[in-house]
Structures are given as C-alpha cells and as structure tokens.
T-cell receptor, first 115, second 114 residues
Framework: NAGVTQTPKFQVLKTGQSMTLQCAQDMNHEYMSWYRQDPGMGLRLIHYSVGAGITDQGEVPNGYNVSRSTTEDFPLRLLSAAPSQTSVYFC??????????????FGNGTRLTVT | SQQGEEDPQALSIQEGENATMNCSYKTSINNLQWYRQNSGRGLVHLIL?????REKHSGRLRVTLDTSKKSSSLLITASRAADTASYFCATDEDRGSTLGRLYFGRGTQLTVWP
C-alpha cells in the first residue's frame, strides 16, 4: 500500500494564480482532511470530509475549496493564491468515519510558496 | 482555535534520559492522540488514549490523561538520538457524535544528544 500520496511536493505560485493540491489514499478510508503547518502555529485544519460527497470546513477554510467525488481522492484548490497561503500542506486520512477515533495517516506534505 | 497546547516548546536531553512532554486542552474530549514528526516529513501516529482511560503504554512510550485537569503527558523512557523530532498532541471536540474535528497543538521539539 502506498498510504497517503500528495502531489506535488513543492510548488511556487505567483499571487493570484490558482492550483490544485492532490491527495490520494489507497486504504479505503472514509475520513480525509487537509491541514496547513506554519512555524509557531502547529497544524490547523482547513477542510475535512467524512465520506464521498460530504465535506465541511475546519478552522481556516477561507481561500480554499475541496470536493470529494471518490473515496480515494480529496483535492484542495487554491482559487487565487495569496502570500499568506505560503505554508506546508498535509493531507491525512483515517479509518474512523468521524476522523477522531482512530489514527490519522499523513502524507509527506506539499511545500507551497506564493510570491 | 487550537485545542491542545504542548509544553515545553523545546526540550534538549542526553541519550538515555527520559523525556516528558505535556499537553493541555480546553474543552471535554472523546480521546487524545500523540503524533511525532521528523523534519521534513508527515506526522506519524504514536498512541491514542480515550477519555475513560488514565494511562497507556506502547514500548518506551507512556501516556497519561487527567480529564479533571484537562491535561496529558507523554513520557519517552531511555531516549535515543533517533527520538529527535517534534511531538504533537491532538484532541477532538466532544460534540456527542462521531463526527469530530481533530485539533493539533504547536508541538514540542525534542532534541536528544548522543
């Protein structure tokens, strides 16, 4: 099993550009989520999904969109990138439908720089 | 707002010593988890402790949970240089349902010197 796969690993965007961060898992996990990690801030939840077709907002959803058309994939879209979105982004999945009763499995992250 | 907060922010010890990290949280929880992150990598789950448990062990790890004080501690015994990493606690909100969010603290950076 590959686990949780994130692409790309690195990305540089100009302000105003859009892009999609990809996340795929092959563990048949119902729960998937996106976090951003900034120095001194720890991890903050952006969006999450408890199953295909269901998404919800986390702590810092502004500027990001998500969709969950399949169990395996949970892409994160930046509609108009801003320098404040410079961060490391982590995708995580869990067997637990609620995402809180079993371990999260993390990808290795996407390091995004917005200039 | 973030739920868990680790203390200390940084910890530096010698190999063989024990490392203790603490986590405090604000609201009632269903469970608390500890994760480890090596530099440049994703987080790796270490241990989960439920709100009705007081102590849990896994290898050299010992986790305690005190729901009355809303705090948890992670003890790593006989530390090794390979334990050098950041350690995070994560908690969920107790909404009375299975649909919860998992919130992470800012982490403790542990450095173990050979």
């Amino acid at each position: 099993n590959a686990g949780v796969t994130q692409t790309p690993k690195f990305q540089v965007l100009k302000t105003g550009q859009s892009m999609t961060l990809q996340c795929a898992q092959d563990m048949n996990h119902e729960y998937m989520s996106w976090y951003r990690q900034d120095p001194g801030m720890g991890l903050r939840l952006i969006h999450y999904s408890v199953g295909a077709g269901i998404t919800d907002q986390g702590e810092v959803p502004n500027g990001y969109n998500v969709s969950r058309s399949t169990t395996e994939d949970f892409p994160l879209r930046l509609l108009s990138a801003a320098p404040s979105q410079t961060s490391v982004y982590f995708c995580a999945s869990s067997y637990s439908p609620g995402g809180n009763n079993s371990p999260l499995h993390f990808g290795n992250g996407t390091r995004l720089t917005v200039t | 707002s973030q739920q868990g907060e680790e203390d200390p922010q940084a910890l530096s010890i010698q190999e063989g010593e024990n490392a203790t990290m603490n986590c405090s949280y604000k609201t009632s929880i269903n469970n608390l988890q500890w994760y480890r992150q090596n530099s440049g990598r994703g987080l790796v789950h270490l241990i989960l402790i439920r709100s009705n448990e007081r102590e849990k062990h896994s290898g050299r790890l010992r986790v305690t949970l005190d729901t009355s004080k809303k705090s948890s501690s992670l003890l790593i015994t006989a530390s090794r240089a390979a334990d050098t990493a950041s350690y995070f606690c994560a908690t969920d909100e107790d909404r009375g349902s299975t649909l919860g969010r998992l919130y992470f603290g800012r982490g403790t950076q542990l450095t173990v010197w050979p």
